[in-house]
């Protein structure tokens, strides 16, 4: 089936778009979709694409580009994956962060993979991001990994493959909660013909996996809050969200006091012991008598409570070495190591640039790479070779001969495309893929979704939205149920069924309320959080200095 007038622009004939096919017709994952779209004309699909982020602009759901607070852009045209193709990506992400855990475990006691010659010691020892302070330490459930945010790409073929792997502080999520809400409520129709995996368990799942990080000393009712750098930061509208949908406390660090290597939340009624801390803030602001000495956003004596065993910190403190580019390179050796399986989701073809035999490849073709620093987040620092000036890559040739250590190298991905609205109307875009996995200890559950996110100008191939991208609702499609099909499949698919399928009448999403009238309500001059569902510390159990 040829395309419709409305996307006109966005049959290209090339290979790579996930909608339509070189010969411009339309994949079977995406013609339900399409259709609908079609039907809807190009008036009418364009006043609704308005509609959109006219929402997003009265939610304030903004992030930071070029220092400055701006809507975040949604485009209307969802981003459509067939339920195979979601079983094998959920297995692999869950397969890669059970490694990075096993990874951070042994990394953080044992080191037997530095031992075995699995990695080597030079990655530990070089790396910036391993924290002395948590050697030895292991966490209640064994969990380090709460929530990560693995990011991926098509290549050439059309497979999946991780470009990177984010365990400190992953974020997103926010969005795409928020996306598949207002897409349910401006594309109603949409839902009709293929039933679509709910994203809107997110939060209690959440819940549930930071509740079962809970020290040993947690009390019957377990105190978890999340912890935000302030209203400031870029990310506050996800801080709020996730903790509202939650039911949780937001707190800043003025919310926290250590006594007696416990942690305890300020309310106006007393002090309230803390057992889990979702952070949303960097290790090294987190305790100023362990990090910057300096830090407002911290606690002081807050790693020593999580040494005493009386908090967890979700994710834990020293995940960063996990983020390390050079890390992610040995990532399918870990795998092999602890899990004794083959990677399902392979890597991007990587140069290791303190390998000398691959640093003189990489500058003899630094034209034709994308070169990336080790501890870079955001798109920053990234150089695109064929894209770069000479003075550019002279001045990268320097950096790199300086410091091998701290860059990678990659080929130019040719990222796949999906049809976005401009200004002219549909047109091809670049865009990547960040599924988000929760860790309980006892399952990893990875989010039927995840954020698409979408380069929005032209030929761009950075999707980060700190360099002006923009993000598409991700819909995973719920299996057909196949009556020949084995017991296996069809409890799989029941279990997805289980799940839920997106009903665009579903009031869960009311408790999205917009965060800005929170924000615009004149503090009172007693600002502790007060959470009336948490029982009190009794005065015995408080330390004598408490105030």
Known sequence: MSASPLFHSARTGSGGDEMFAPDGTVHPTYQALHDALSGLGTE????????????????????DYAGEERPFPIDAIPRVVAAEEWTRVSAGVGQRVRALERFLDDLYNDQAAIADGVIPAELVTSSTYVVDAMRGYSPPNGVRIHISGIDLV????????????????????????????????????????RPVRRVGEYPGRLLSALQAAAPDTAGEETTVVVLTPGRYNSAYFEHSLLARTMGVDLVEASDLVERGERIYMRTTAGLRRVDVIYKRTDDDFLDPEVFRPDSALGVPGLVRAILAGNVVVANAIGNG????KLTYTYVPDLIRYYLSEEPILPNVDTWRLEEPDSLAEVLDRLDELVVKPVDGSGGKGIVIGPA?????????????????????????????????????????????????????????????????????????????????????????????????????????????????????????????????EEQAEERAPEPDPVTSAIPIIDVEETPHDAQ
């Open 44 to 63: 009418e699909f364009r006043s609704r694409s308005d509609s959109l982020a006219r929402s997003y602009l009265d939610q304030g759901i903004t992030f």
């Open 154 to 193: 098509r290549d050439g073929a059309g497979d999946f493959r991780v470009l990177e792997d984010n365990v400190r502080t992953p974020s997103g999520v926010s969005y795409v909660l928020s996306n598949r809400r207002a897409m349910a409520q401006g594309f109603p129709e949409l839902f009709a013909d």
């Open 321 to 324: 070495i996990g983020d390390d």
């Open 388 to 516: 770069a000036s000479r003075k550019e890559l002279e001045a990268l040739r320097e950096r790199l001969i300086a410091d091998p250590r701290g860059w990678i190298a990659q080929p130019v991905v040719q990222l796949s495309t999906i049809p976005t609205l401009v200004e002219e109307g549909p047109e091809p875009r670049h865009v990547d893929l960040r599924p988000f996995a929760l860790n309980s200890g006892d399952d990893v559950w990875v989010l039927p979704g995840g954020l698409t996110r979408v380069a929005l100008p032209r030929g761009e191939m950075i999707v980060n939205s700190s360099r002006g991208g923009g993000s598409k609702d991700t819909w995973v499609l719920a299996p057909e149920r196949d009556a020949a099909a084995g017991p296996a499949a069809q409890a799989q698919a029941q279990a997805q069924e289980d799940e839920g399928i997106e009903d665009p009448m579903d009031d869960s999403y009311d408790e999205f309320e917009d965060p800005r």
